[in-house]
């Protein structure tokens, strides 16, 4: 069933309404913020008028949509008009935009009931959203543990039940690693199924924008709303799969799962354990295992820091205190203005990659790098074109490990870098990936696992995570916190 | 020694499409500051930019007027630099695969000036400083430009002037731009180097950025041609430098050395697709293409015997050319309306503007009937010269100021009469002539052509008269 589909019966007929429901989820947040710091937003006020208009449409008896009335969130680098903004970054403080990102306007003209901007890592950039001027948003399964990110925020709200869904970017695993650490579903769509603009970029050939649900049917849903072409991105084609939902529930019998070997190297115990023991899972229900190689992934790692970072210095070059957001206090003229602001205005995440990112795209060091991993880039895509020759999905872990301790991610950059290992090379291919939850560490913190499709073929991997999810649903557990419908 | 100079160019041409190059506000010249402009072209988080097609075909037809090849497949780049009136901190530009390659300017004196390439760009805002503070306007922020860099194929600051003359000609004749250079819908970078007549290595060029008139760029090359010459012969060496020019002192400055050049750390942009442009849209746009002046020229010359000099001025702008190509349909001698049109049209248009606009009361066709009475031998030149001019007053046709009574010549009979008439009514003028005053005889022609309402033939009334003379 899922739960927005849960909800929205509930709605329909009548058992709450969905002004009672808002506030549960408004009274909710304000009892557990304070300990996920999912929310750096909150915005009860709009979301109680959107579920006022929801009721009087259910008074008067007209029919209601799947995603209408249903209260979710937002990852605070989605453009909402009038609405704080920030990318938890101190140099967009004070910031709104005055436009709607697109994916917001159609969930919007759909009544969904906003809630809040999630936390996330400044600009998307990081494991943990620890690097988020707000402080990091923490793992609904352990307060001690960080929730992941880079939309940790989405995920610990969904995993908390303080958000029916939200919504996360995923640059080079920013949903589905902190649903992953968080015990969700995280969708990374295929690059160009959902329209990127109003989107603040980090790095805008990988960035793209997905579910974190709490079930498949969830995903789907969310994804088939979505995922439609927009005139004001150039780069978006919509779902061209056509829609998922359909599809879930088709059999497996017959379906090739591969296991690339490389994605299990380095990876933790637990985690392999629990990555085969859902292969088996598969086997019983007819799927077919292959296994083969893939040797071009020990390169995707540095190709994404390569080509992520280089974008995004030219990307965060706008920011300069000139326009909107935080501008410096004391300065001499507009040179130093604009280097004070953002001297102050970034993060020390964030100045890296901006420093590493414009130094790959330098006079004489170009060739050597930024041209590199663009062409070692197209011999990735081939290597994946080729293993969908042998597999109608690849099945891999989605992070080497579980979600980190506080304070872990930040002390070594390079270490954490390393752990993007297995989410990366899905945002350089441009392909879809869906991660869900497939078991727990001794400590009971989840461990996900991801199924990565053809492109625009999210309708396989919705369909393969489905059947998983009807096989094994005690891995797909709740938290103590939020709502309990 | 003799020092050559070799010069190349970089032009900017704002495209006058009615919207910018990646949103939908206008490219209007003006307005109130920060009022032509929406979140794409000021740049705010998350917009993304949508290329204007209209674009891509403006800077197409700009290729084919210099006869440049059409790229199949293009792309756009980012170039990365600070300043405070380029909202995004980069400016969409091309670098590695431009629209258009190659092509090249001719000049009177035959020469080709090759270009090298033309790309597509967005064009930045502008600062204003204003009591001490500064402002930016973000309402050219976004305007599509076109950039035309040339070989460094030019060897005089005649051949620059007239490369940047023809390069307006063209491209306001194929209705790209209005290039005014004036409001900086076209400016230029100068780049220029001096080397010993007769060698071939190149010397070591500066660069003039940003000129904005050609009376200013043959001043600003005029003075930097003296400045490395001497420099050069004092022992001097010319460093690789980007300079400006102070029109008011005449001389140029840096900006900034090689060394300070900007790293513009150009990628390919992401938000952007690759451009496709299919030969079918390139035949279109050819077959859609005027007859380009350089072309019109050479007919002018070759097929209607028109002096070069006129047919360069009848091919300086397009409304001219086109009034002209109709008014000399099936006319005798197309050279006859060539020459109302520079002497009594032209004296009433003042300024270059109002030439290019050749906003005149006559019709072309109005025209071609004046000339075809001429051609028929209806009416004489004097009588068409003034009807002309009551036609360009009143803008009615040439039959309203020409009589029946007017047309037609006038026999033998008739002019032996009035011939006859003008000698003995002068005999002062008559005894001049017979004492040696040739100039004397134009006296009584005038006499006999104002008798006859300027319908007798002068050269006749003339030899008809000296007859008369010479037999008394």
């Not at chain 1, 140099?91 to 901007?117: C, H, R």
């Not at chain 2, 005649?158 to 023809?166: F, I, L, M, P």
């Not at chain 2, 849209?281 to 050819?286: D, P």
Request: charged letters at 25%.
């Amino acid at each position: 069933m899922g739960l927005i589909n849960d909800i929205h019966q509930k709605l329909i007929n009548k058992e709450i309404s969905c002004t009672e429901l808002t506030k549960s989820y408004l009274e909710e947040i304000e009892k557990s913020n304070d300990a996920l710091n999912a929310y750096v937003c909150v915005t009860g006020d709009e979301a109680l008028k959107t579920a006022e208009a929801v009721d009087k449409k259910l008074a008067s008896g007209e029919e209601l949509g799947l995603l209408e009335g249903v209260p979710m969130a937002l990852k605070d680098n989605m453009s909402t008009n009038g609405i704080s903004t920030t990318c938890c970054s101190k140099i967009l403080t004070g910031y709104k935009p005055i436009f709607d990102a697109t994916v917001w306007e159609i969930l919007k003209s759909q009544n969904a009931v906003m809630l809040g901007k999630t936390n996330m890592d400044e600009f998307a950039m990081g494991s943990s959203c620890e690097t988020s001027y707000f402080g990091g948003a923490m793992n609904p399964f352990d307060i001690n543990h960080v929730a992941g990110g880079s939309s940790g925020g989405a995920a610990s709200a969904v995993g908390g039940n303080i958000a029916a869904y939200g919504l996360g970017s995923d640059t080079g695993g920013s949903i589905r690693q902190p649903a992953s650490f968080c015990g969700v579903v995280g969708l990374k769509p295929t690059y160009g199924a959902v329209s990127r603009y109003g989107l603040i970029a980090y790095a805008s050939s990988l960035d793209q924008i997905g579910p974190i649900t709490k079930s498949v049917e969830d995903a789907s849903i969310v994804f088939d709303a979505i995922a439609k072409p927009d005139k004001r991105d150039s780069t978006c084609l919509g779902a061209k799969g056509g829609e998922t939902y359909p599809k879930l529930n088709n059999d497996i019998k017959g379906m090739k799962i591969g296991i690339a070997r490389e994605y299990l190297d380095g990876v933790r115990d637990d985690v392999k354990e629990a990555v085969l023991d859902a292969a088996k899972v598969y086997e019983s229900m007819g799927a077919q295992i292959v296994y083969f190689d893939l040797p071009i992934l020990k390169f995707a790692l540095p190709v994404y820091y390569i080509i992520a970072c280089a974008e995004a210095s030219s990307n965060l070059g706008r920011y300069d205190g000139i326009r909107y957001g935080f501008k410096a206090e004391r300065y001499t003229g507009t040179h130093d203005m604009i280097c004070r602001t953002r001297s102050e205005g970034f993060g020390e995440e964030v100045k890296r990659r901006i420093l590493l990112g414009t130094y790959v795209l330098s006079a004489g060091y170009y060739d050597a790098y930024y041209k590199k991993a663009t062409d070692l880039r197209g011999t990735i895509i081939k290597a994946f074109n080729d293993a969908f020759e042998r597999c109608d999905v690849i099945l891999a872990p989605t992070v080497p490990m579980t979600a980190f301790e506080k304070g872990h991610a930040t002390s070594d950059p390079i270490e954490t870098y390393l752990t993007d290992i297995c989410t990366v090379p899905v945002n350089i291919a441009g392909l879809p990936g869906v991660s869900i939850p497939c078991g727990f560490n001794a400590k009971g913190m989840p461990i996900g696992m991801q199924l990565i499709g053809k492109s625009f073929d999210e309708a396989t991997i919705l369909n393969a995570a489905y059947k998983y999810q009807q096989a094994a649903p005690e891995k797909f557990t709740d938290t103590k916190w939020g709502v309990k419908l | 020694m003799k020092y050559e100079l070799v010069s190349g160019f970089e032009t900017h041409i704002e495209l006058s499409t009615k919207t910018k190059i990646f949103c939908g506000c206008t490219t209007q010249f003006g307005g109130e500051p920060n009022t032509h402009c929406c979140p794409v072209c000021i740049g705010l988080p998350g917009t993304l930019p949508v290329l204007n097609k209209e674009v891509v075909r403006f800077a197409i037809k700009a290729g084919l007027a210099v006869h440049g090849k059409i790229a199949e497949v293009a792309k756009m780049d980012r170039k990365n630099y600070c300043y405070p009136d380029l909202a995004k901190a980069y400016q969409i530009s091309q670098l590695y695969a431009p629209l258009i390659i190659g092509g090249y300017i001719e000049l009177s004196n035959g020469r080709k000036i090759r270009l090298h390439h033309i790309h597509i760009e967005e064009d930045a805002g502008k600062l204003i400083h204003r009591h001490g503070d500064t402002y930016v306007d973000y309402n050219r922020g976004g305007v599509p430009l076109i950039e035309i860099v040339s070989e460094p194929d030019i060897r005089s600051i005649d051949e620059a002037k007239e490369y940047v003359e023809r390069l307006q000609q063209v491209m306001r004749w194929v209705g790209i731009s209005d290039c005014k250079m004036q409001e900086g819908s076209m400016r230029c970078d100068v780049n220029i180097s001096v080397r010993p007549e007769g060698t071939e290595a190149f010397g070591t060029r500066t660069e003039i950025k940003n000129m904005n008139s050609i009376t200013n760029i043959a001043r600003a090359m005029e003075y930097e041609y003296e400045r490395q010459v001497d420099l050069i012969e004092s022992g001097g060496k010319v460093v690789q430098e980007t300079l400006r020019f102070d029109d008011v002192t005449g001389t140029t400055s840096s900006m900034r050395s090689k060394e300070d050049a900007h790293d513009y750390r150009y990628f390919r942009d992401p938000d952007l697709v690759t451009i496709n442009i299919p030969r079918e849209e390139v035949e279109q746009l050819k077959a859609e293409m005027p007859e380009l002046p350089a072309d019109k020229f050479e007919r002018y010359v070759d097929d209607y015997e028109i002096p070069e000099k006129d047919a360069a001025l009848l091919t300086k702008y397009r409304r001219i050319s086109e009034y002209f190509d109709e008014a000399i349909d099936g006319v005798k001698s197309p050279k006859t309306v060539s020459n109302f049109i520079i002497g009594q049209m032209f004296r009433r248009l003042e300024t270059e503007a109002d030439k290019e606009v050749f906003d005149v009361a006559v019709s072309p066709a109005q025209l071609n009937e004046l000339v075809k009475l001429l051609d028929s031998g209806k009416i004489r030149n004097n009588l068409a010269k003034s009807t002309l001019e009551k036609m360009l007053d009143s803008g009615k046709g040439a039959l309203e100021f020409i009589s029946e009574s007017d047309m037609g010549g006038i026999d033998e009979n008739a002019l032996l009469e009035l011939c006859k008439a003008a000698v003995e009514g002068n005999p002062k003028a008559v005894e001049d002539y017979k004492s040696g005053k040739a100039k004397a005889i134009k006296a009584l022609v005038g006499n006999v052509m104002k008798n006859s309402r300027g319908k007798a033939d002068a050269m006749a009334a003339e030899a008809k008269i000296a007859e008369l003379i010479n037999n008394m």
